[in-house]
C-alpha cells in the first residue's frame, strides 16, 4: 500500500496567515492527490482533486499543487471557518489512503 | 443536491453482524461508483470499499477482506455494507461516500454522507 505522510500533525494560525500543509507518498502517484476539510462532528468535503483543481464551490484561497510524491495545500488567508482537519489521500492505486490529518486550530 | 443517508449503525457484540445502509438523492445513482470510509474516535480516514457502478466488481481493505460485504440496490437506490464476524477495532462511524467518476471509479470522493455510529463492544 501506498503510505501518506503529512506535515505537520498539527499548527496554530491566525486569521489572515497563509497556511501550508505538505503531503508526502511513498512513491510516485504522479498527480493523483485529494485534499479533504473536516470539521469537528461532521462529515469530510472535497476541497481539491487532481492535485490542483478546485472543488466546484470552494473558496479560491484554496489551492494545491505538486506532482509525483510532494503535494502541498495552502490556503491564501485563513478564515475562521477554515479550522478544521485536513487530509490528503492517493487515488493512484488500490487500496485509496489517506494522511493522518493535519488540525490546524486557533493561536 | 446530492444526499447521502447512512442508517443501520449501533452497538453490538464481538463475533456478531450489522448492516448498514446508505440512501442516495439528487443525482443518478445507477451511474457513479460507491464507497465506504469509516473513522474510528479521535482517529483517521480508512477507505473500507467500492463498488462499481453495476454492481460488478468490488474492492476492500485487507482490514476487512472476507468479512464485510458491499453491495447495492440501483432499482431502490441505496448501497449497503455487510459487516459480519465484528471486531472491537471495527469501532468508528461508517460514511458512504460517491465516486467524483461515472462509470470506472477513480476513488476521489466528492459527496459524502453524515456517517453512521458502529460500536462493537462486549
Known amino acids: 500500500d501506498i503510505q501518506m505522510t503529512q506535515s505537520p500533525s498539527s499548527l496554530s494560525a491566525s486569521v489572515g496567515d497563509r497556511v501550508t500543509i505538505t503531503c508526502r507518498a511513498s512513491?510516485?502517484?504522479?498527480?493523483?492527490l485529494n485534499w479533504y476539510q473536516q470539521k469537528p462532528g461532521k462529515a469530510p468535503k472535497l476541497l481539491i482533486y487532481?492535485?490542483?483543481s478546485l472543488q466546484s464551490g470552494v473558496p479560491s484561497r484554496f489551492s494545491g499543487s505538486g506532482s509525483g510524491t510532494d503535494f502541498t495545500l495552502t490556503i491564501s488567508s485563513l478564515q475562521p471557518e477554515d479550522f478544521a482537519t485536513y487530509y490528503c489521500?492517493?487515488?493512484?492505486?488500490?487500496?485509496?489512503?489517506f494522511g493522518q490529518g493535519t488540525k490546524v486550530d486557533i493561536k | 443536491q446530492v444526499q447521502l443517508v447512512e442508517s443501520g449503525g449501533g452497538v453490538v457484540q464481538p463475533e456478531r453482524s450489522l448492516r448498514l445502509s446508505c440512501a442516495a438523492a439528487?443525482?443518478?445513482?445507477?451511474?457513479?461508483?460507491m464507497h465506504w470510509v469509516r473513522q474510528a474516535p479521535g482517529k483517521g480516514l480508512e477507505w473500507v470499499a467500492v463498488?462499481?457502478?453495476?454492481?460488478?466488481?468490488?474492492h476492500y481493505a485487507d482490514s476487512v477482506k472476507g468479512r464485510f460485504a458491499i453491495s447495492r440496490d440501483n432499482s431502490k437506490n441505496t448501497l449497503y455494507l455487510r459487516m459480519n464476524s465484528l471486531r472491537v477495532e471495527d469501532t468508528a462511524i461508517y460514511y458512504c461516500?460517491?465516486?467524483?467518476?461515472?462509470?470506472?471509479?477513480?476513488?476521489?470522493?466528492?459527496?459524502w454522507g453524515q456517517g453512521t455510529l458502529v460500536t462493537v463492544s462486549s
Open positions: 461516500a460517491r465516486d467524483q467518476r461515472l462509470g470506472y471509479s477513480s476513488s476521489c470522493l466528492d459527496s
Open positions: 439528487g443525482f443518478t445513482f445507477s451511474r457513479y461508483p
Open positions: 463498488i462499481s457502478y453495476d454492481g460488478s466488481n468490488k
Open positions: 512513491q510516485s502517484i504522479g498527480n493523483y
Open positions: 487532481a492535485a490542483s
Open positions: 489521500q492517493q487515488s493512484n492505486s488500490h487500496p485509496p489512503t
